[in-house]
């Protein structure tokens, strides 16, 4: 039974924890957690552009320092910190407000912005992405984030598993590697599904369990 557009669970009712930086599993962006940490303490580079494929984590590091909007905030003498995420997936009147925030922002020493996209600077402009915006995401720090690698989130599914007092047989391991999406953040999000699950039914993570429960929650 494959993880398709046919059976899609609706992973909005399984939401993880509020993340943080130190719930970040950091994999080989030890760099990027430090320069998020300094930035959260208020010092830290005044331009930060963090960009990976979808579901390595980036929306995760930005929530953790505080994101919660999609819109492109405004500038005020009142705040300190600027979150903005998908850059490259912004509108015209988004990018010049984008553009017009990080002006100010650079015209105020002791402020600071973080920003998230999927493509590295150069490559924004093959996105519609204007020429000044990506020059400007070029500024300060440029940090990519690099997805964790298969051993890793193996270890740390497990260790999920075992912190709620469960044990993931070796098969049902493997038939999530290989029937459920690999990104972090969905496999986090299923994972508390089940551990909720086998919890309420008293049963060890297994490959019939696992089934059952994407079955009831297709219902």
């Known amino acids: 039974m494959a993880f398709n557009s046919r059976n899609q669970l609706a992973l909005e009712l399984f939401q993880a924890p509020d993340p943080t930086l130190e719930s970040f599993v950091e994999g080989e962006n030890r760099e990027a957690l430090e320069v998020l940490k300094s930035v959260r303490s208020g010092s830290g580079p005044q331009f930060t552009y963090l960009f990976g494929q979808k579901g390595v984590g980036c929306t995760h590091l930005l929530r953790a320092l505080g994101l919660t909007s999609t819109d492109i905030p405004v500038f005020c003498d009142e705040q300190s910190l600027y979150l903005v995420d998908d850059i490259d997936s912004r509108n015209t009147d988004e990018l010049q407000a984008f553009f017009d925030l990080v002006n100010e922002v650079r015209a105020h020493p002791g402020t600071h912005i973080v920003v998230a996209g999927h493509h590295s600077p150069r490559e924004l402009q093959f996105y519609g992405v204007r020429d ?88």
């Open 132 to 219: 000044d915006v990506t020059s400007r995401l070029s500024w300060g720090t440029v940090l990519e984030i690099q997805p964790l690698s298969d051993a890793e989130k193996q270890k740390e599914f497990i260790r999920r598993a075992q912190l709620a007092g469960l044990n993931v047989t070796p098969e049902a391991l493997a038939w999530i590697e290989n029937y459920l999406p690999r990104d972090m953040h969905t496999m986090i999000c299923i994972l508390e599904g089940i551990i909720s699950y086998s919890l309420k039914t008293n049963r060890t993570m297994t490959i019939p369990l696992i089934k059952e429960w994407l079955e009831r929650e297709r219902k």
